[in-house]
């Protein structure tokens, strides 16, 4: 893998656990140094942050979080003071405006010459109250970095209609784990009489859309109604078992799940579903050899479900979500191919290498 010479600065909001294995990778590449800064979650985030790095150092800091939805801000204590001790030669910073120091930081390393890279989802368009100005203001914030990395084509086409040049931005589709290293799994044909397996991983939170998972389920014919295993924790957690007991009370409820648990649940599931927002599970179980379906939400999707391993429905439809579990449930057998799609696509295309890759290359350019 190529490497990064120079001394490398990441600001996050919060660095969850799922993303520790990437700024581990990345900084094995940058053997000039790579440090990260960041604060802690809100508490009803319920966000699993990381204690520590391996392959890079870990800055604890400081977050006040204002205000809430569409006008949330956040104060990220110390930020100066860890740029000025570290110095680096190139900083990497969340391309979000409601983050008040990054503007502070951007000038800091602009008086002394040194690029800085903005990561982010992308510039969807936006609307509701002072929509214009809350446009301009983000598309005057994004101008100012010397190159962007987003995780889809969505987003790359999303701050190039902003005005920012199409050329200096790269795309690094979304991984949190490395290519699969084991063998594609070996599911067997279900016996007629045998069920399915559904399979969700992910924070129970109302955007998820769990409920409507389970509503699908419990309106699918008795024949094709699978088994429904549900793997996280969250605030949503007690409604939806609260729900589950209404309308599906097959479905189990796992908890949060880790290591080779979790590689249980994938092994032992015929098809992963990802009914609302978010995605970074997606990748993992394609890893497993699981087919998709999943919600359209903020574009990382259409990168790694595709017509050959899966499929992606409307978000807040529970038809199409019915109609989706319908069709891949009565095809076993052809869910096998599909996972079997799934992993060509995440051993070669879409992993934590490639990834690591992109901001590799995105250092390199910007540097002159």
């Known amino acids: 893998m190529s490497a990064f010479t120079g001394k490398v600065g990441v600001v996050q909001r919060v660095l969850a656990e799922y993303r520790a294995p990437f700024f581990n990778a990345l900084g094995v590449a940058c053997p000039g140094g790579l440090e990260v800064f960041a604060g802690e979650p809100r508490e009803d985030e319920m966000i699993k942050t990381a204690a520590s790095l391996d392959s890079a150092r870990l800055t604890h800091g ?9 006008f949330y801000l956040c104060l990220q204590f ?33 008086k002394r010459a040194r690029p800085v890279i903005g990561w982010g989802l992308g510039a969807p368009p936006t609307s509701g109250l002072l929509a214009g100005f809350r446009c301009q203001r983000r598309a005057h914030f994004i101008s100012q970095f010397d190159a962007l ?24 589709i979304n991984a949190v784990a490395p290519a699969p290293t084991h063998p594609l799994p070996e599911r067997p044909v279900l016996a007629k009489d045998q069920p399915g397996r559904v399979l969700f991983v992910g924070r129970l939170q109302a955007r998820k859309q769990v409920d409507k998972l389970l509503r699908a389920c419990s309106q699918l014919p008795e024949v094709l109604q699978p088994d429904l295993v549900i793997v996280g924790d969250g605030p949503d ?9 209404e309308v599906y009370p097959c479905a189990v409820f796992t908890g949060a799940l880790y290591g080779a648990e979790l590689a249980e ?55 199409a979500l019915g109609a989706a579990l319908s069709t891949a449930l009565e095809d076993i057998p052809a869910l096998r191919k599909m996972g079997a799609e799934s992993y060509r696509i995440v051993s070669e295309e879409i992993n934590l290498e490639k990834m690591v890759a992109v901001f590799i290359e995105a250092l390199k350019r910007s540097l002159p």
Not at 284 to 304: F, H, K, R, V
């Open 62 to 70: 400081k977050n006040l979080h204002l205000l809430k939805n569409n």
């Open 265 to 319: 649940q994938f092994h032992s599931a015929d098809l992963f579903v990802l009914p609302g927002t978010g995605g970074l599970a997606i990748q993992q179980a394609m890893s497993y050899g699981l087919p998709m379906i999943a919600a359209e939400a903020d574009g990382t999707q259409a990168d790694l479900v595709r017509p050959e391993n899966g499929w992606q429905i409307p978000p807040d439809d529970l038809t």
């Open 78 to 110: 110390g930020l100066l003071r860890w740029l000025k001790q570290l110095n680096p030669d190139i900083l990497i910073v969340e391309a979000n405006p409601r983050y008040l120091r990054t503007p502070a930081a951007l000038r800091w390393m602009r």
């Open 237 to 245: 957690r007690e409604r939806l078992e609260t729900l589950a007991e």
């Open 149 to 172: 990395i987003t995780y889809s084509q969505t987003g790359a086409d999303e701050y190039a209609r902003s005005g920012f040049p199409p050329e200096r931005i790269l795309i690094a």
